[in-house]
Nanobody, 125 residues
Framework: VQLQASGGGSVQAGGSLRLPCAAS????????LGWFRQAPGKEREFVAT???????TYADSVKGRFTISRDNAKNTVYLQMNSLKPEDTALYYC????????????????????WGQGTQVTVSS
C-alpha cells in the first residue's frame, strides 16, 4: 500500500488543522494506521494509532487535543489537531501495517512497514 499525507501548513497557537492520509490498494480496511511526528533535532515519535475496528490510542502530549479517525470507503486516515501548540511543530508522517486482528494497535514505529512522505506542520506563538 502507498500512503500520501497532506494538509500541513502554518497556524497560530490555539488553531486547528486536519491532516488526511490517502492510501492506495484494496485492503486498506485490514491495516492498522498511525501518525508519527519528527521535530527538528529530535527523534521521530508516536502521535496516534487506530485499529481495524476503530480503537484508538494517543500519546499523552496530544491526548484530548488530537483525534485520529479512518474512512475505509475513502481509503483515508485523518488526524484532527485542535488547540495546537508551538511544540506540535514537526513533520507529520502517516504509517500502516497489515494486521489479522481487528483490535490490534501499535505505538512502536518498528511495527509499521508502510510510510507516507510527511507533511509539515508549523505552529507559531
Amino acid at each position: 500500500v502507498q500512503l500520501q499525507a497532506s494538509g500541513g501548513g502554518s497556524v497560530q497557537a490555539g488553531g486547528s488543522l486536519r491532516l488526511p492520509c490517502a492510501a492506495s490498494g484494496r485492503t486498506f480496511y485490514a491495516y492498522v494506521l498511525g501518525w508519527f511526528r519528527q521535530a527538528p533535532g529530535k527523534e521521530r515519535e508516536f502521535v496516534a494509532t487506530i485499529s481495524r475496528s476503530g480503537g484508538t490510542t494517543y500519546a499523552d502530549s496530544v491526548k484530548g487535543r488530537f483525534t485520529i479517525s479512518r474512512d475505509n470507503a475513502k481509503n483515508t486516515v485523518y488526524l484532527q489537531m485542535n488547540s495546537l501548540k508551538p511544540e506540535d511543530t514537526a513533520l507529520y508522517y502517516c504509517a500502516g501495517f497489515y494486521s489479522g486482528s481487528a483490535s490490534y494497535i501499535a505505538t512502536s514505529e518498528g511495527e509499521y512497514n508502510y510510510w507516507g512522505q510527511g507533511t509539515q506542520v508549523t505552529v507559531s506563538s
